[in-house]
T-cell receptor, first 116, second 113 residues
Framework: AQTVTQSQPEMSVQEAETVTLSCTYD???????LFWYKQPPSRQMILVIR??????QNATENRFSVNFQKAAKSFSLKISDSQLGDTAMYFC?????????????FGKGTHLIIQP | DAGITQSPRYKITETGRQVTLMCHQT?????MFWYRQDLGHGLRLIYY???????DKGEVPDGYVVSRSKTENFPLTLESATRSQTSVYFC????????????FGQGTRLTVV
């Protein structure tokens, strides 16, 4: 069974700062997919960024980027130039390479607060 | 409207009652999922379905029943609700294959009193 650990229950930074959210996972699979989801107060789950384990290049989506360290089983999310709208719960998630049929395994989440 | 919708958005029920949460998607995605979200636990998988008439248990299936007679619908039933089932429930869907992005509904907040 896979596990996903997010060790920071809550983080708070000033607007425009850069923040990094940590995520580690445990799996015996060699190939898999990793995700970061954002959940604002509206409760909607929004995909932020995705990484395929067989790709060495770190994924980037505008202000969001990841630091994927496969050997260390680490998948951190960096948010640059943070904005008030980035305030949300952030969940790291894992799925094995079986076409997504097994669903996602989530971490417990990090509550990120962007201060004005 | 295209997308994935859950109903109701909010529900209060009494212990011992049966309650069904509805989930409907318009993309014809093969895979559908039910998760529950509890403080301190993140989201945990209850049941999933790879296609119509194919369902399987996830991490926390006890006390829940699902069915999938049509590709677009995936209802979740609590046969005899308990207070421990007070939670926010999310339905999700995704395409089959390696593109495993899941799309989530808005969630249903269920309170069992």
């Amino acid at each position: 069974a896979q596990t996903v650990t997010q060790s920071q229950p809550e983080m708070s930074v000033q607007e425009a700062e850069t923040v990094t959210l940590s995520c580690t996972y445990d799996t015996s699979e060699n190939n898999y997919y990793l995700f970061w989801y954002k959940q604002p107060p509206s409760r909607q789950m929004i995909l932020v960024i995705r990484q395929e384990a067989y790709k060495q290049q770190n994924a980037t989506e505008n202000r969001f980027s990841v630091n994927f360290q496969k050997a260390a089983k680490s998948f951190s999310l960096k948010i640059s130039d943070s904005q008030l709208g980035d305030t949300a719960m952030y969940f790291c998630a894992f799925t094995p390479p079986r076409g997504g049929a097994d669903g996602l395994t989530f971490g417990k989440g990090t509550h990120l607060i962007i201060q004005p | 409207d295209a997308g994935i919708t859950q109903s109701p958005r909010y529900k209060i029920t009494e212990t011992g009652r049966q309650v069904t949460l509805m989930c409907h998607q318009t993309w014809s995605h093969s895979y559908m999922f039910w998760y529950r979200q509890d403080l301190g636990h993140g989201l945990r998988l209850i049941y999933y379905s790879a296609a119509a008439d194919i369902t399987d248990k996830g991490e926390v299936p006890d006390g829940y029943v699902v069915s999938r007679s049509k590709t677009e619908n995936f209802p979740l039933t609590l046969e005899s609700a308990t207070r421990s089932q007070t939670s926010v429930y999310f339905c999700a869907s995704s395409l089959a294959g390696e593109n495993t992005e899941a799309f989530f509904g808005q969630g249903t907040r269920l309170t069992v009193v």
